[in-house]
Antibody, heavy 120, light 107 residues
Framework: EVQLVESGGGLLQPGGSLRLSCAAS????????MNWVRQAPGKGLEWVSY????????YYADSVKGRFTISRDNAKNSLYLQMNSLRDEDTAVYYC?????????????WGQGTLVTVSS | DIQMTQSPSTLPASVGDRVTITCRAS??????LAWYQQKPGKAPKLLIH???GLESGVPSRFSGSGSGTEFTLTISSLQPDDFATYYC?????????FGQGTKVEIK
């Protein structure tokens, strides 16, 4: 069974940093591209970042470019999102999602999400 | 960026109804479109990929159609478990973008 389990969320002040993790199991993690997608409270879905299976290609949404860094450790079956210079508008549930698209961008399995709250 | 617009935003419906949700893209995306279902407090679930491809395990009452800029998600006979919010999403070009969502609620 495919499982994705996010961790690392919390409450922090604007300007702070946080590192999210996503532990994957039930599939060959090193064979799949992965994504982070977020959802602000009561709002819709926003794609955040994408990384290919061997980290050769990485994309970011403009809203996080230069502040967030996606990475992965295939030996540990783990995906990460380093979040720096956090802003109020980064408050959201962050989901990791497996990518099944031919060229990226289709998310077939999602974790349960981890809540990041940025507030002074 | 490609803008995705769904209509309606809210859809009151009853069990047994045929329900159709429309998604329009701001430019042609061929059939690079997915549909997701999300229930409160839960992660989204992939229903349809490449505009009309039904994901494994998804009931056959769900179907998708369209190409270019206009797409539809149809539920042929609404079931109690289908009351949820539905999102379309383009995977034609980065950054991948979602529609604003359509909430199917009990009439």
């Amino acid at each position: 069974e495919v499982q994705l389990v996010e961790s690392g969320g919390g409450l922090l002040q604007p300007g702070g940093s946080l590192r999210l993790s996503c532990a994957a199991s039930g599939f060959t993690f090193s064979s799949y591209s992965m994504n982070w997608v977020r959802q602000a409270p009561g709002k819709g879905l926003e794609w955040v970042s994408y990384i290919t299976s061997v980290s050769s290609t990485i994309y970011y949404a403009d809203s996080v470019k230069g502040r967030f860094t996606i990475s992965r450790d295939n030996a540990k079956n783990s995906l990460y999102l380093q979040m720096n210079s956090l802003r109020d508008e980064d408050t959201a549930v962050y989901y990791c999602a497996r990518d099944c698209g031919d060229y990226g961008g289709t998310f077939d399995y999602w974790g349960q999400g981890t809540l990041v709250t940025v507030s002074s | 960026d490609i803008q995705m617009t769904q209509s309606p935003s809210t859809l009151p419906a009853s069990v047994g109804d045929r329900v159709t949700i429309t998604c329009r893209a701001s430019q042609s995306i061929s059939t690079w479109l997915a549909w997701y279902q999300q229930k409160p407090g839960k992660a989204p679930k992939l229903l349809i990929h490449k505009a009309s491809g039904l994901e494994s395990g998804v009931p056959s009452r769900f179907s998708g159609s369209g190409s270019g800029t206009e797409f539809t998600l149809t539920i042929s006979s609404l079931q109690p478990d289908d009351f949820a919010t539905y999102y379309c999403q383009q995977c034609y070009s980065y950054p991948w973008t979602f529609g604003q969502g359509t909430k199917v609620e009990i009439k």
